[in-house]
């Protein structure tokens, strides 16, 4: 396991680079030729307060915020589900919200969520064992994705399905007035200030209109087609910039898998060395909520560009190609999984990263120091226990000339290091709440977001729940 500054350093995961098949360097598909489209009245679907387009971690926090503060909030998704990567993705596992103490410094709209979730529906460590170092204890845990360095860490699995239910239910309950298959195309402009959005949907091209918009797409979709500067630089050593997409098996056994790990790390070596000889990449299996699904995060492939459409497909193509390769080599060869099945591969690609805002502000590798950053609006924790708790500013969801928009989510403006963990759901949460909240006000006053007091955010982040630095918290009172 690493210690360096960069990379990931929870536990050490594989990348797959991939060169482009043959069919595609056989037959291009940019012809360098273009059309042109002819101009046609777009009609407007709705107006709103807030609009927000994408409805993942930080797209649903930010919904669920804004509508709770009085503006009506409208939601859009492309797919038929709220939760994005942590539902349609497949990524269950929610990383750590405690920090290397133990403390629960990702609160809020996370907090909330997941207290929401029915008991049979979350698994992980109990809360009195957050921030243990009992080596027997978090050996245990470190199998079940909640124990890294040795401490156990508030790092939960769940069900996606509640995960999709429960994130439903409050916005609804919000509120907000979610629009489902519905794809953000194009933002509306009004000089440098973004005013809606076109989308496409069964009827064609529609647009909303809307004081505030929220841009919680992942890739940073609206920001960047509204001119918005964007990073996308990567970290080669961590597995940020991979792709792939996710499946489960059912019918497995995994205490048996994870006995059979624990008690027999050649074995377990030998076998992955004998999974990548016969199909290249080759993944382990990891924990569920239950003991009978079995989670496959990977393999990941680098070399991959998560905003171009031949890309994404030649990943989807690799991925469940390997899904059933994956199935016959461990139900000839892996303890637990001789009755397993395919249950479910993601309906939605793991993509990590795209690209990143250009912000007001940034999170950079320099603030892993414990400094606390005069706009933040949340706590991170931080890679390993060598480093403090991370602030994030205000600033990183702000673009730098756009006005009427915000950026939470894994698109937010940080370098690519700091990206690695920024990227991760519980922090989706946090930066979308924010958002919301900002939002709201921002079109409550009449204001751009960057003209918002953000003593008024921080106020309002800690009445709904969130957490920020005794520094911060101090000062916003």
Known sequence: MSDTPSGRLFFQSETFRVEASSARVRHPRVTGRSLTEPACEVPIHAECDVLVVGGGPAGTAAAVAAARLGARTMLIERYNHLGGLSTG?????????TDWSGQLVIRGFAQEFLARMPLDAIAGPPREAWGSRD??????????????????????????????ATALEMVLEAGAEPLFHAWGAQPVMEGDAVRGTIFESKQGRRAILAKVVVDATGDGDLLHRAGASCSDDIEEGDIHHAINTSWMFGGVDMEAWLRWRAEQPQQFADFLQRGRAAHGQFEKAFVSWRNDVALFMGPRMTGFSAVAVDDLTEVEIRSHRLMLAHLEFYRAHAPGFAGAWPLLSAPQIGVRHGRRLVGMDAVTRAMWDGRISPDEIGVSPPLSPRFLNVSIPYGALVPTQLDGLLAPGRHLSCDATSHSFLREIPQCWLTGQAAGIAAALSADRGV??????????????LAHGGYLSS???AAAA
């Open 135 to 164: 080596a027997a204890t978090a050996a245990w845990w470190a199998l079940r994705t909640a124990a890294f360095h040795g401490t156990i860490t508030h790092s939960p699995t769940a069900d996606p399905e509640w995960m999709k």
């Open 471 to 473: 520094e911060t918290t």
């Open 448 to 461: 751009a977001p960057r003209s918002l007091p953000v003593r008024d955010v921080q106020r309002m982040l």
């Open 89 to 97: 993705g497949l990524v269950i596992w929610i990383d750590r919200m």
